[in-house]
């Protein structure tokens, strides 16, 4: 059975996730989210099974990945899986809200949403796990990643479950972040030990970064995705928000390349 898989990653969490889930299916491709973001038009799938995963920010979906999910026509799909990777959580709420924007333009919503616990990646709350602790994670994921794609290729019914914590988070917190998500990027400085590599240009999967006399500018169009911060060679960027990021470590998943995110933008 043809899938597609879309997909969304800013330290290649979910990119990886995606990765082995069409690995275990067979027959997949892998496409970009961020590859649609120039067009209007709905998105329909050349593929009777369709899958989404993406990571959770603030207990919902990355808004270019929640604006996707109401593009998508599914008329000709028969079965329609969401995975989502997070390091703390709000994966319920992420997941009702992919189900809930599917179903407002097809009628009907997920056939089988997912969570994968994953290293988390975001410093200003809690610096990246390393060493064993990071591989322990890792190993997890990659049990409910199999078990997840067993379970699709049974074609199981499975829902997004509910948590009414998540959605309390979600709905305290997800209508500033995606009104405020673009300009986010006021908070990104650079240091002196930039090198002028330009590789936070060549990883931001939406374009968002310029050098600019051979430093980064934020252009104000951020996902908030941190791609820049974490594959920095040098660790010269920071973001100044809570608690901030500097000496708190830095994070991307081992099996994710600069090229691979260099694919994703389209570069």
Partial sequence: MKTVIYYFTGTGNSLAAAKKIAADLGDCELVPIVSFK?????????AVRVGIVCPVYDAGLPVIVWEFAQRLSLAGTRYVFGIVTLGGSGGTAALRQLDQSVKQQNGRGLSAAFSVRMPGNFPPVSRPP??????GILAGADAQLKEAAGRIKKGEQVPPGFSPFAWLMHAATYRFFSGSVHAGDKDFSVSCACTSCGTCAKVCPVGN???EQGRPAWQHHCEFCCAC?????????????????????????PAVTLEDMKVQAGR
Avoid at 130 to 135: A, E, I, L, R, V
Avoid at 230 to 243: G, K, N, Q, T, Y
């Fill in 229 to 253: 911060l974490h594959f920095c060679p040098v660790e010269a960027i920071d973001l100044h928000s809570m608690r901030g990021t500097k000496g708190r470590g830095r994070y991307r998943h």
């Fill in 38 to 46: 120039d067009t209007t038009e709905d998105i329909v799938p050349p």
């Fill in 209 to 211: 970064i310029r050098m």
């Fill in 130 to 135: 390393q060493g064993k602790k990071k591989d």
